[in-house]
T-cell receptor, first 115, second 109 residues
Framework: IAGITQAPTSQILAAGRRMTLRCTQD?????MYWYRQDLGLGLRLIHY???????GKGEVPDGYSVSRANTDDFPLTLASAVPSQTSVYFC??????????????FGEGSRLTVL | GQNIDQPTEMTATEGAIVQINCTYQ??????LFWYQQHAGEAPTFLSY??LDGLEEKGRFSSFLSRSKGYSYLLLKELQMKDSASYLC??????????WGAGTKLIIKP
């Protein structure tokens, strides 16, 4: 049972470099989300997708982009990484999209350090 | 602004009972969630409350008072494996999830 798989689990990156965090789910969930988690702060939504082919901006979208070409994959790209993007990134999915109750299922996280 | 408040850290003894409080001020309310997160791991769903009252699920119970903007998570018969962070999150009127910073629960033998 895989659920949600994120890659890489950890990465150190030089500022200015481009980076894509991968997220794949095998639960056929409609909605997918990218969050960042920083010490002392709650999870903050970066981008979301209610269904394949659609995406939306969350609370902190600047510097990040996403795509949802199919149901299973939801990659997050940092076009030009900056130190403030050092964080733990969680991908999540839910059977239903925003607008209805849906328990979130999280991946194991990707720890990103930008130097 | 929207705000979720939880204590930063709590300590309890194995076998005891602990109550983790969460107060919220959000634009509308469509439900409150509790998640458990062990250190270095992903959050996992514990409970969902949308109506006032107590929801019991084994050793864990969650209470909601919408008029007071208040919830608590009650953990009974504490075990060492309950050492984790507990995250409170509210679904606001726009169906956006607003997350608290989490409460780190330390269980001592």
């Amino acid at each position: 049972i895989a659920g949600i798989t994120q890659a890489p689990t950890s990465q150190i990156l030089a500022a200015g470099r481009r980076m894509t965090l991968r997220c794949t789910q095998d639960m056929r969930h409609n909605a997918m989300y990218w969050y960042r988690q920083d010490l002392g702060l709650g999870l903050r939504l970066i981008h979301y997708s209610n269904t394949a082919g659609t995406t939306g901006k969350g609370e902190v979208p600047d510097g990040y982009s996403v795509s949802r070409a199919n149901t299973d994959d939801f990659p997050l790209t940092l076009a030009s990484a900056v130190p403030s993007q050092t964080s733990v990134y969680f991908c999540a999915s839910s059977p239903r999209g925003q607008g209805s109750y849906g328990e979130l299922f999280f991946g194991e996280g990707s720890r990103l350090t930008v130097l | 602004g929207q705000n979720i408040d939880q204590p930063t850290e709590m300590t309890a003894t194995e076998g005891a009972i602990v109550q983790i409080n969460c107060t919220y001020q959000t634009s509308g309310f469509n439900g409150l969630f509790w998640y458990q997160q062990h250190a270095g791991e992903a959050p996992t769903f514990l409970s969902y409350n949308v109506l006032d009252g107590l929801e019991e699920k084994g050793r864990f119970s969650s209470f909601l008072s919408r008029s007071k903007g208040y919830s608590y998570l009650l953990l009974k018969e504490l075990q060492m494996k309950d050492s984790a962070s507990y995250l409170c999150a509210v679904l606001d009127s726009n169906y956006q999830l607003i997350w608290g910073a989490g409460t780190k629960l330390i269980i001592k033998p």
